[in-house]
Every structure is written in C-alpha cells, then in structure tokens.
C-alpha cells in the first residue's frame, strides 16, 4: 500500500463524514505537520468540531527539514506549504490535498496528488464501501465545494452514473 500525508482538509472532510479510519486501510503510513495541526487546533478553539491528531496513533506528525523559498511568494496556507514541502522530501508518498493551488504546485513540483473526492473513490474500489455518491454528498453538505460536473464526474468514475 502507499504511504501518503495529509493537509487539514482532507482530515477535516473525512472526519465531518465519519471516514477518517479509513486512512490507514488504504495507506500503510499516514503523516502531517505541526502546522496541520495547528491549524486543526485553532479551528477546535473557535468552536469547530474537528478532529485532533493525536487521537490517531496511525497518524505521525512530522516536519520538513526545508521549506522551498519560491512557495512562499505564493498564496498558500502554512498547513499547504508544510505538507508540500515534507511530500517534496518523500517524493514516494501521495500528498492529500484539497486546494486547488497547493494541488498545481504539487504536481508542477512531480508530486503524486489525491483530493479527498480521490480518497472516496479509493476506498470503493478497495471495498470500504459500496457507493461513493452517500460519502460525496456528505462531504458536500460538510463543506467541500465542488462542481456539479465534478459530482457527475466522480460518479461515472465509480460506475454509479
């Protein structure tokens, strides 16, 4: 299985939806940042119901050693530019994001990316569950902003057109 970090989106989305155990049945190793988890804190201080890191023991926090100076011109968050930097220095894991920014940086950096919408898809192909469109409704409703044609997408993706 492939090992993968996570930005706060993709725990913050699959945790609203009551999925984020899914991460280590389809990751062998899951890992983020202090800055995720700052963040996840911050949200958790202003009322938020978010997850906290540290109640997964399959979930390693770890920090880049550097941060690429040309990122930080660009209009990322600090979780996005943690994550961006600790996947440019383990080029073998997939990075989960959701931003559209952070993800074109990823890939123009040749990172492997996935969305949490990806991650739906992977735990049905995997047999974590039967359907996708329950989960990606429930991610819209939690607030993942996405298109219809990206809905109909994900659902011709999984044959469940």
Not at 57 to 85: C, F
Request: glycine residues 4%; aromatic residues 10%.
């Amino acid at each position: 299985m492939p090992k993968a970090i996570c930005n706060t989106s993709p725990l913050l989305y699959l945790y609203r939806i009551n999925a984020i155990e899914w991460l280590p049945k389809l990751f062998d190793e899951i890992c983020t940042t202090n800055a995720t988890v700052s963040e996840l804190e911050n949200g958790r201080e202003k009322g938020f119901d978010v997850p906290i890191p540290y109640e997964y023991d399959w979930l390693k926090v770890i920090n880049p050693k550097n941060l690429p100076s040309e990122w930080l011109s660009l209009d990322l968050g600090v979780g996005e530019l943690y994550a961006l930097a600790l996947a440019l220095e383990n080029k073998d894991f997939i990075i989960l994001l959701d931003d559209l920014l952070a993800r074109r940086t990823a890939k123009a950096a040749g990172l492997t990316v996935w969305g949490t919408l990806r991650v739906i898809l992977e735990a049905k192909e995997k047999r974590i569950i039967n359907k996708v469109k329950p989960s990606v409704l429930r991610l819209k409703e939690g607030g993942l902003w996405f298109s219809d044609d990206i809905f109909k997408r994900i659902l011709r993706l999984a044959d469940e057109e």
